[in-house]
């Protein structure tokens, strides 16, 4: 007995399966009494039988108890566990515990069976070890004493197998959704080697909005969600196995013939179960998701078919966002493609080797530069200047895109300040924004603190989105472009009629400016279509009060059909490539528009001439901006309270730039103090208001002060002259 206990445990210990160890133990026990045939049954938590060993015994009788609900009255094993104690049949021919098996027992020979529990630790019933017998009896000492050693034996085994079941389910299940995990993921597609015959497939599915629903209701909300989607891939995917691999990300193998189970028919389904609201932690949340597919081929290993699904979901996410995508060669190679243009700018940012170019925005009529559309452009390692278009696939990745937003933001208020002080006027810039740019709800607050940092007011940059961007995400951005046009930002649709906006969606979301597709501008000749639509296109927007810009101009005559359509400014080679930050402060220098035309103002105007022509009827403001022209040496300079905005050798052209300030801080709502040293040194002040809503007019004061003395209510402007 001794020598079978250390067996027994040695396997154990070992760590042998239980049905191979309790097999073991019968064998040995029936070695050591001849009459007997001996049986091991375990329990599960339903209270259901299932044969663990019975070595002596044909599997279909064995097989007959499967499953078997135990009870008071089903055999000896079933009672037994149902009572917790021992129960001895003498007679199986005439017990009424075995009247509905005697007939599987009897034409085996067996005549009579007592069954014992096993008992764990905690005192519960894990099972029955039984003895049947070949003629009517009961047990001797001897055979008690076996079983009393074989129960503890029993006992031990199926506490360690249970133990062992318990880690595996740790390592192997996902204990929110209850489906198998990564590493069960892991070990199911090990056995798919590169050279199977397999028939499989792999759709990998991700939770579109469980990110949102964690945010906004709370991850118990986030759980519920997790739990419900888990069950209806589940259900739209049976019979076929399905993982949760972490996070919002689950995957389904397929296998089996690949035509009648269509993984993309299952992924459809999969999708229609997600459709319906299902209550999280008491909000009403429709589960989204996307997936990627791909089948296995021949020679492939496993983990490329796992990336290729990936590479699917990928595309999926920026192209087809809550649909499917089946992997097809080429998708892996424009994935790789993307995400090395997401790397190298990511490189670049991080290495400050990012800068903008510029590219001219003229008058058609005097070929005048009113404004500048900046453009990225990396600089690698080598020095070498690299165009936007080369990473383009870079802005479709949100983090890259917002950080690169965030740069060029940064760079052109810099420059914008640069252009500023050295007197060089001109209207605006234009600044790409991405859809990832509105989605975290700050665009406005990061541009007006880009440009704060600079002292450079708002109206000078221009904000273009593309007509993919304006009509994406169900008008949502759309609503968020409406929301910068009320805080008084600019809003130009790059690339107009490349996408899918009109005129329409301009009516309910107006924008500043539409700027023509060069698409259009190079197929124009006489009598083409294109120019018939950029002729309606530029009568409708006129009647709309939409500014249009040309792009792509590149010869005389595509600037001249424009001009005779009553184009007034474009953008092209033919005026000017995008150049770096030095030749277009040239450019600027010899090309800026000299003053602002709505001045009208004549050569050889008189600074007072000049202040008389500006227009008083300006809106009454809250708040008041003051300006001030001063002779510093022998430079007339134009300063602020915050900083000095210009140098010039005449105090002519000094007028002109403060003047022109003035008018823009009207425009934005600001009332102005104007400063002036006249000819005698003394130091003039008037206001520039406008009518207010009872239509009276301000009136313009003036105040002669010494230029000497310190102006009491104004030294923060004394404080700017004297450090300029």
């Not at 070990?187 to 028939?199: F, L, P, V």
């Not at 474009?570 to 770096?580: E, F, I, S």
């Not at 002779?631 to 905005?645: I, K, T």
């Amino acid at each position: 007995m001794l020598l079978l206990q250390n067996d027994i445990l040695e396997m154990v210990a070992r760590g042998e399966p239980l049905a191979v160890t309790a097999t073991a133990l019968c064998m040995r026990v029936e070695e050591m009494l001849p009459d007997v045939v001996c049986s091991i049954l375990s329990v599960d938590d339903h209270g259901r039988l299932h044969p663990l060993a019975s070595p002596g015994l044909p599997p279909e009788f064995s097989a007959s108890f499967d499953g078997l609900e135990v009870g008071p009255d089903v055999g000896s094993c079933g009672s037994a566990i149902f009572l917790g104690e021992s129960v001895e049949v003498v007679d199986i021919a005439t017990d009424p515990r075995w009247k509905p098996y005697a007939w599987l027992a009897l034409p085996l020979g067996l005549k009579a069976c007592w069954s014992t529990p096993i008992v764990g630790r905690d005192g519960k019933v894990l099972g029955a070890f039984a003895f049947y017998f070949r003629r009517p009896r009961a047990h001797t000492p001897k055979e008690a004493e076996v079983v009393q050693a074989s129960i503890h034996l029993c006992a031990i085994a199926m506490e360690r197998d249970q133990q062992a079941a318990a880690q595996h389910r740790l390592a192997y299940r996902d204990m929110l959704t209850d489906l198998p995990n990564r590493a069960a993921f892991n070990a199911a597609t090990a056995r798919y080697g590169e050279g199977s015959s397999y028939c499989w497939a792999l759709l990998i599915i991700d939770l579109d909005n469980l990110k949102t629903v964690n945010d906004t209701f709370g991850h118990k909300a986030g759980d519920g969600l997790l739990r419900a989607a888990a069950e209806r891939i589940q259900a739209g995917a049976a019979p076929h196995r399905v993982f949760r691999l972490g996070g919002d990300e689950f995957a389904v193998i397929v296998e089996g013939d690949l035509v009648s189970a269509m993984p993309s028919a299952i992924a459809d389904q999969i999708l229609a179960r997600l459709t319906d609201p299902v209550d999280c932690d008491g909000h009403l949340v429709s589960p989204r998701a996307t997936i990627g597919c791909a089948a296995a081929k021949p020679g492939i290993p496993v983990d490329e078919i796992r990336q290729n699904a990936d590479f699917a979901l990928y595309h999926a996410k920026e192209t087809r966002k809550g649909g499917i995508v089946v992997y097809t060669p080429g998708l892996g190679t424009s994935m790789n493609r993307r995400l090395g243009a997401i790397r190298d700018v990511g490189e670049a940012l991080r290495e400050s080797r990012i800068d903008a170019h510029y590219q001219p925005v003229v008058r058609l009529d005097t070929g005048e530069i009113v404004g500048l559309e900046a453009l990225f452009r990396v600089r690698t390692p080598d020095g070498q200047i690299i165009p936007a278009g080369d990473y383009f696939e870079a802005t479709t990745d949100i983090h890259t895109a917002t950080r690169l937003t965030r740069c060029m933001l940064d760079i052109v208020a810099r420059d914008v300040r640069a252009w500023l002080d050295q007197g060089i006027w001109f209207q605006h810039v234009g600044i790409n924004v991405s859809s990832a740019d509105f989605q975290g709800g700050d665009l406005h607050d990061v541009i007006r603190q880009s440009f704060e940092r600079e002292d450079v007011p708002l109206h000078h940059i221009i904000l273009e989105v593309t007509e993919t961007t304006y009509m994406g995400q169900d008008g949502i951005i759309a609503l968020e472009i409406q929301k910068l046009r009320e805080n008084g930002l600019k809003v130009a649709l790059d690339d107009f009629g490349t996408g899918f906006a009109s005129l329409t969606h301009l009516l309910s979301v107006p924008v500043d400016i539409i700027k023509i597709d060069k698409s259009f501008v190079a197929r124009m000749e006489p009598e083409s279509r294109s120019a018939a639509i950029v002729e309606g296109l530029l009568s409708m927007a006129s009647k709309l009060g939409i500014r249009v810009v040309a792009e792509g101009i590149e010869n005389p005559m595509q600037a001249e059909m424009l001009r005779s359509f009553g184009c007034a400014l474009g953008q092209g080679y033919l005026y000017a490539r995008p150049v770096d930050r030095q030749a277009i402060t040239a450019m600027l220098s010899d090309k800026a528009q000299k003053r602002d035309p709505d001045l009208a103002l004549a050569a050889g105007t008189s600074p007072e001439a000049l202040a008389a022509t500006l227009d008083q009827s300006l809106p009454e403001a809250e708040r008041l901006v003051r300006y001030a022209i001063l002779l510093c040496g022998e430079d007339w300079r134009v300063v602020s309270e915050r900083r000095q905005l210009g140098r010039f050798s005449s105090r002519a052209a000094a007028f002109q730039c403060a003047l022109r300030l003035a008018r823009e801080a009207n425009a934005s709502g600001a009332a102005v103090e104007l400063l002036h040293a006249d000819s005698v040194g003394e130091l003039k002040s008037f206001y520039l208001t406008q009518e207010d809503h009872d239509g009276r007019e301000f009136p313009v004061e003036e105040l002669s002060v010494p230029l000497e003395a310190e102006p009491a209510a104004r030294p923060s402007i004394r404080k700017a002259a004297a450090g300029g």
